[in-house]
């Protein structure tokens, strides 16, 4: 079973300025203390292009592990994350910034996560944790 995720919402910053907080992943553990614990980049390419990062994670009590590849889509205005190994591996998360006036984006978070049996058991949590967590990035990109 995949849990799918398509949320949009809208922020009062620019496209830029989203997307450079996005690519900024070593900020996540202070942006969501809740559920990332530590993040520690593998590898970096090009100007936040290409990011591989380890990341250690806490759901509902449990220690989860994945590493991450997190790709730019500089001409798309588009972010896309793909666990590529550990707890989640298969997901991916797409994250489409478009100006909808000056100073303001709407932001469009598709996701397909892969949990494994917990997806069976908290599909609706793992929902409700994608909405906390875009909630906090834009209370995030607006106090900046």
Do not use: W
Not at 20 to 30: H, I, Q, S
Not at 99 to 114: A, M
């Amino acid at each position: 079973m995949t849990v799918r995720i398509d949320l949009t919402r809208e922020v009062r910053a620019s496209v830029q300025r989203v997307l450079d907080y996005f690519t900024n992943v070593e900020a996540l553990p202070r942006f969501h203390p809740e559920y990332i614990k530590n993040v520690r980049i593998v590898n970096r390419e090009g100007e936040n292009n290409s990011i591989e990062f380890e990341q250690e994670g806490s759901f509902h009590g449990k220690k989860i592990m994945s590493i991450n590849r997190l790709t730019r889509l500089a001409s798309e205005s588009t972010i896309r994350i793909e666990i590529i190994d550990g707890n989640g591996k298969g997901s991916i998360t797409t994250i489409r910034c478009q100006e909808i006036s000056p100073g303001n984006t709407q932001l469009r978070l598709e996701g397909e996560l892969h949990y494994g049996i917990l997806e069976k058991i908290l599909s609706r949590s793992i929902h409700g944790i994608a909405e906390k967590t875009l909630e906090e990035d834009i209370q995030n990109l607006e106090q900046r």
